[in-house]
């Protein structure tokens, strides 16, 4: 069985979960970990999950901040064969790696590395960017 986590600190995990399902509704079922609501701490929310977890299944976990708490709970269960943690998330890598799960394997490593390096070209400091359109259309 494949488990989709969107973990963050605060509600940004739903604030996700609320968009990815508008842009693919019922594509995957995620589950959502906003941290720090409550006096929960995140390290026994993580535990509790993965006690309900068999080796055969596959996790996949998004999380918002790599020195972050929440992400270090997920990182301690790493140890886990089909445990994916990508960090720094953003729409573009979540788009790209849940609408291109394959329907009856594994996730594979190489493809998560690919959607990363894809999703960074979507980090675009849009001044410069848009000066750099400007100056094209005047060479032309």
Do not use: W
Not at 3 to 29: E, N, R
């Amino acid at each position: 069985m494949r488990k989709i986590i969107f973990a963050t600190h605060h509600q940004m995990a739903s604030g996700l979960k609320d968009t990815f399902d508008y842009i693919a509704p019922h594509t995957v079922d995620v589950i959502t970990l906003d941290a720090y609501m409550d006096n929960t701490p995140i390290d026994g929310q993580v535990n509790d999950f993965f006690e309900n977890i068999s080796k055969q299944d596959e996790v996949i976990v998004f999380t918002d901040l790599l020195g972050g708490s929440v992400n270090q709970a997920f990182a301690k269960h790493l140890g886990h064969p089909h445990v994916h943690l990508i960090t720094g998330v953003n729409l573009p890598i979540i788009l790209t790696i849940l609408l291109a799960l394959p329907k009856e394997d594994y996730l594979a490593p190489e493809a998560v590395r690919s959607a990363i390096a894809d999703a960074k070209t979507q980090l675009i400091y849009v001044n410069d960017y848009l000066t750099a359109q400007a100056q094209d259309e005047d060479d032309e």
